[in-house]
């Protein structure tokens, strides 16, 4: 016997009802970003490695998915190179393509090949999937969408208020209770110059980042691992700990770090930025151990948490005011958000807050009864269809048993049959699938019945 197909782990097929839900998460994102103002774009699966490598931190590049050159990849590789074992420099080698980790290095490397095209500011929004070779888990894919909006060429704070409008809009319309978590990398920078560790800013933001995932304890053991001083880790520990309103937080931030010029401008940006957004219907807080692992990031750093399903973040982002410099095009400020369409997707099945219309695809099946019916039937579904009424028709003259258990496995909420009465009253048979209630309609009626049913 074959051997029964398998697909990779950390990857998911999705049938026709999935497709539905997910397709209403895009669409609902999608128009939330037309609102503001964005306009989409696409990039390609794969980037040359030389576009992606370096921008994720040393974390991150250990997650790329790598591409084997084409053709005969061993050329030029000699049985020395393959015994040694020299892992990195051989994918050096054979790999000249990855597929792409996120959707905003991709973007920064668009805007600086068409910047001759593109009028500044531009706001584009972009859906697609990404690929990270991570360990799968619960809430963590191998393949997973993001559904991305970016604002470059400007470094107006109005940008990041916008950006957790749309937030804020977003899960308004999904129903889904949110906390939008805030903090800002000059904070950071602040906070490591504050505890006299300012060159250890990467390896303190990565381990305090993990503080949700792995508790306190295993964040300070990852400092001292990182070389970080004992005092300094003391020094961590208050602030890692603040508690209180964004304003309490904000007034002691002040005070301990009122000898950093970096911190006290990150401050500025923060508090900026939340007076701005008093009429959100999203939860809004200051978190200072939100520090985004992601090297790139300059500024406001975001991260929206799910309040009544556990699962990591849905919806992450921030500033970032150097990425493009990596690829020629210096002193270009940009800020994104990314939300995460498959952690949404989860969060919206757990909670069961799909609209009723998202999980039915046909509204209608007529029945077939042979060649008359079906020509009788046609123009009827023709006129259906053109108002918008999902409508099909069983492709088989088959037992009615059949058609209707057809009706049921795929929750059809109405049946018509056109039998030789029915076409002699030029009328058809609707049936209410769930009550069992039968009406004889002219088309016209029937238009209506369904359209009130909608």
């Given at each position: ?160 208020v916008e950006l ?125 151990t939100l520090a ?11 991260e929206v948490k ?149």
């Open positions: 016997m074959a051997q029964k197909p398998s697909i990779p782990k950390g990857t998911r097929d999705f049938g026709p009802q999935e497709m539905s839900r997910r397709n209403y998460i895009f669409n609902t994102i999608r128009e939330v970003y037309s609102l503001y103002g964005f306009q989409q774009i696409e990039t390609p699966a794969m980037e040359n490695l030389s576009t992606l490598m370096g921008k994720y931190g040393e974390e991150g590049d250990k997650l790329l998915f790598k591409i084997l050159n084409s053709g005969d990849f061993l050329r030029g590789i000699s049985a020395d190179d393959l015994s040694a074992g020299a892992t990195g420099h051989l994918a050096a080698q054979l790999c000249e393509k990855g597929l792409r980790y996120d959707l905003t290095v991709p973007f920064a490397r668009y805007v600086v090949q068409h910047r001759d095209e593109l009028a500044l500011p531009f706001r584009r929004y972009q859906i697609q999937p990404v690929w990270r070779a991570d360990r799968p888990q619960k809430g963590r894919y191998r393949e997973f969408y993001q559904c991305d909006a970016d604002v470059v060429g400007s470094d107006s704070l109005l940008c990041e957790m409008q749309i937030i804020d809009e977003v899960f308004r319309r999904f129903g889904i209770r949110v906390c939008i978590k805030i903090n800002n990398r000059k904070i950071l920078s602040g906070i490591a110059e504050m505890i006299g560790e300012a060159d250890k800013i990467v390896d303190i933001t990565v381990a305090i980042d993990k503080l949700d995932k792995i508790g306190l304890e295993a964040v300070n053991e990852e400092l001292r691992q990182d070389g970080i001083g004992e005092e300094a880790i003391r020094k961590l520990q208050p602030i890692i700990n603040l508690s209180g309103t964004n304003d309490e937080k904000i007034a002691t931030m002040r005070q301990a770090l009122a000898g950093s010029e970096v911190g006290q401008k990150g401050i500025d940006e923060v508090e900026y930025v939340l007076s701005k957004l008093s009429a959100l219907n999203s939860q809004l807080e200051l978190d200072l985004r692992g992601l090297n790139y990031y300059t500024g406001c750093i975001f799910a309040l009544d399903v556990e699962i990591g973040s849905i919806t992450g982002g921030g500033r970032y005011d150097n990425l493009t410099g990596i690829f020629g095009m210096p002193g270009l400020s940009g800020v994104g958000i990314s939300f995460g369409a498959d952690r949404i997707y989860d969060v919206l099945n757990q909670l069961d807050l799909y609209p009723e219309a998202v999980t039915t695809a046909t509204q209608v099946l007529f029945i077939n009864f042979g060649e008359k019916e079906t020509a009788y039937s046609l123009p009827i579904i023709g006129m259906l269809r053109a108002q918008g009424i999902r409508s099909e028709i069983y492709p088989d003259a088959g037992k009615m048993k059949k058609q209707m258990q057809y009706a049921n496995q795929k929750a059809v909420p109405y049946v018509v049959m056109t039998g030789e009465t029915e076409m002699a009253a030029g009328k058809v048979m609707l049936k209410n699938m769930q009550t069992g209630e039968q009406q004889l309609l002219s088309p016209e009626e029937l238009l209506q019945a369904l359209t009130a049913n909608r």
